[in-house]
């Protein structure tokens, strides 16, 4: 479920970066096709305050709903996956922010993987500070599962019964019958061949 709280400004503090998150969407339930959710959409800005002063309400998504910070940040949720083969994924969320903000900054969810024929397609990547969230993998036959998209990424996609590696700022590896993608991280995950399994995803960075 959603909440909404009002908070006030601590004491020293004149200026605060606001971050929104829409919800992702949820992925389908319909047994052996499950296409991804979307990711939610982002939005981001500096915002003037002043020591004691009551924030407007703040809205955090349940899955699929919109996130706010008053009426200055918005972000919109993902939808859910489809439910038939061939369906594709849900679609990313959208975020707006009042152009006055400095430092103003949108960005939208990637998409839900699809399932061409059966399997489970990876959830797309949330809209973040790094850009568009990744899309969710892709998956072919019931024994699929689609890497989940991450910040930027793309979940891997998957081909028989596969794992793809799930996206970080780079995509996940994907990968062929019976073997499993690396994760990306910061640097691209390695893919894979049949009945092996993908490199390591690559190291993170600050």
Do not use: H
Request: proline share 3%; aromatic share 4%.
């Amino acid at each position: 479920t959603s909440t909404t709280s009002t908070e006030t400004v601590p004491m020293g503090v004149y200026q605060m970066l606001a971050m929104v998150w829409g919800g992702g969407g949820n992925g389908s339930d319909s047994g052996s096709i499950s296409p991804g959710g979307g990711g939610g959409g982002f939005a981001m800005g500096i915002i003037d305050v002043s020591p004691g002063q009551l924030l407007p309400p703040i809205t955090v998504a349940a899955a699929g709903g919109t996130s706010s910070f008053g009426t200055l940040l918005s972000a919109t949720g993902g939808t859910a996956g489809g439910s038939v083969a061939g369906d594709t994924g849900g679609v990313g969320g959208t975020g707006t922010g009042t152009v006055s903000l400095r430092a103003n900054f949108t960005a939208s969810g990637g998409a839900g993987g699809a399932c061409v024929s059966s399997g489970k397609g990876g959830g797309g990547g949330g809209g973040s500070p790094y850009g568009t969230g990744g899309a969710g993998g892709s998956a072919t036959n019931s024994d699929s599962r689609g890497g989940g998209g991450g910040f930027g990424g793309a979940g891997g996609n998957v081909e028989g019964a596969a794992k793809g590696g799930g996206g970080g700022l780079y995509s996940g590896g994907s990968s062929e019958t019976n073997c499993c993608g690396g994760g990306g991280s910061n640097s691209i995950g390695g893919s894979s061949n049949s009945s092996t399994f993908g490199g390591q995803g690559g190291s993170g960075a600050i």
